[in-house]
Structure formats: structure tokens, C-alpha cells
């Protein structure tokens, strides 16, 4: 993973508070355990059947049976447990989770958002994302501002099949934050070293901006 998703992850981390149970999407999300500055406050889930998911391990650390959702390696906290897929889901679709933090290829105008498909591209299904979507009390997406061609990711429209119809709650990439409030986007914070004309030229969606970042 780069310096900006590290970066990205990052500043997820800052919105999550003690005692949360929170699911971590594939990607940039999985990130997130690693920049928690206590790693016992908050209590990461993932849906193939873990609640108490820690940080990446040193390689000499791995045990090839501790792994999340996206089948990569992850570490233990105290008190961890380990259930069925099924009981997983049944956690997500019961409000148990608080948050989830999911990964995006395009967020529109009104905060929903588009994450599993791309057109051509062969796919297994919606996956997780569907039930975190609907399930999970708070929605935050972290993702890269553009994509990799440089095409914003934050846009009037999805082109790609939207994952739910349920909006997400905030939009946090290396360069802004964005809230989600009255059905449009409200920038509530610039990271360092960004400014407010780059981001309104990477940013094809119209947004509203809190007073105080002005």
C-alpha cells in the first residue's frame, strides 16, 4: 500500500471512537487498524467471522489462518472471537455494527455510492458492501480523490452499478472530508498542504463548504 492510502487511512482513524464495533472493507479500509493510536479502543469486525481484528502483522508474525475478508493477513487483539460467516451477517443486517468503513470507485452528488463493479471486468457479486450499505449505523468511505487515470472519483453521477441506495455518512480522501447532509456533500475539512481550487477542480459533484474551512 502507497503513502497516500497510508495517509488516507490515517485520517479515517481520527473519526472512530472507543468502544465502536467497526468493519473494515477490502482496500484502503484494512489500513485503518494500523493507525489507531489505541489499539484496544475500538473492536474491528470483518465478515468472514472476527471481532477483535488487530493491526497488520510483521511477516514473521503471520498465521495464515488469521486473515480478513480480502484474505490478507491480520493480527489479534485481546479477547478476540471467532464465529461463522452467517453469524457475521447476522451481526451487520442487526444494526450491530457501528460503523463500516468501505472503499469506492465513485461516490455521487446525494452521498451514494459505487464499489463492486466496473463494466467488462468479470465479478463474483456485491459481496459484503450491499449489507454493510443497509446494516451498519454510520457508512464512511475512504478512498483516493481521483482515480488513477486522474478522473474524479466524487461526481454528479455513479456510471458504475451503485452498491445500495442507502447514502454514506462522510467521504474521507487525502485531500477532504466530506459530510453528507440534507441529501448534497458539505466539505468540512481541507488536509494539509491542499487547497480549496484543487480540490473544486477534482471534484466534479457540486458541494457546499462549512464556514470554517473557508
Not at 495517509?7 to 465502536?20: E, N
Not at 454514506?168 to 480522501?173: G, I, M, N, Q, Y
Request: with cysteine; glycine share 10%; charged share 15%.
Amino acid at each position: 500500500m502507497s503513502d497516500v492510502q497510508h495517509a488516507i487511512a490515517a485520517r479515517v482513524a481520527r473519526h472512530l471512537k472507543p468502544g465502536q464495533v467497526v468493519n473494515l472493507g477490502i482496500g484502503i479500509p484494512t489500513l485503518v487498524a494500523d493507525h489507531l493510536p489505541d489499539r484496544g479502543s475500538v473492536f474491528f469486525q470483518t465478515e468472514n467471522g472476527m471481532l477483535g481484528v488487530g493491526p497488520t502483522p510483521a511477516p514473521e508474525d503471520v498465521n495464515p489462518n488469521l486473515i480478513h475478508a480480502g484474505k490478507l493477513p491480520v493480527s489479534e487483539t485481546p479477547g478476540a472471537s471467532y464465529f461463522a460467516s452467517s453469524a457475521s451477517f447476522g451481526m451487520i443486517r442487526g444494526g450491530r455494527v457501528e460503523v463500516a468503513v468501505l472503499g469506492a470507485l465513485q461516490i455521487d452528488a446525494t452521498g451514494r455510492i459505487a464499489n463492486w463493479a466496473l463494466p467488462g471486468r468479470p465479478v463474483l457479486g456485491v459481496g459484503g458492501a450491499m449489507d454493510l450499505l443497509v446494516g451498519a449505523r454510520t457508512v464512511i468511505v475512504a478512498t483516493t480523490h481521483t482515480a488513477k487515470d486522474g478522473a474524479p472519483k466524487i461526481v454528479p453521477e455513479c456510471a458504475f452499478p451503485l452498491t445500495a441506495d442507502r447514502t454514506v455518512d462522510l467521504v474521507v480522501t487525502e485531500a477532504a472530508t466530506f459530510a453528507v447532509e440534507d441529501g448534497g456533500l458539505v466539505l468540512t475539512e481541507l488536509a494539509a498542504g491542499t487547497t480549496l481550487d484543487w480540490v473544486r477542480a477534482h471534484t466534479t459533484a457540486p458541494f457546499r463548504i462549512r464556514e470554517t474551512v473557508r
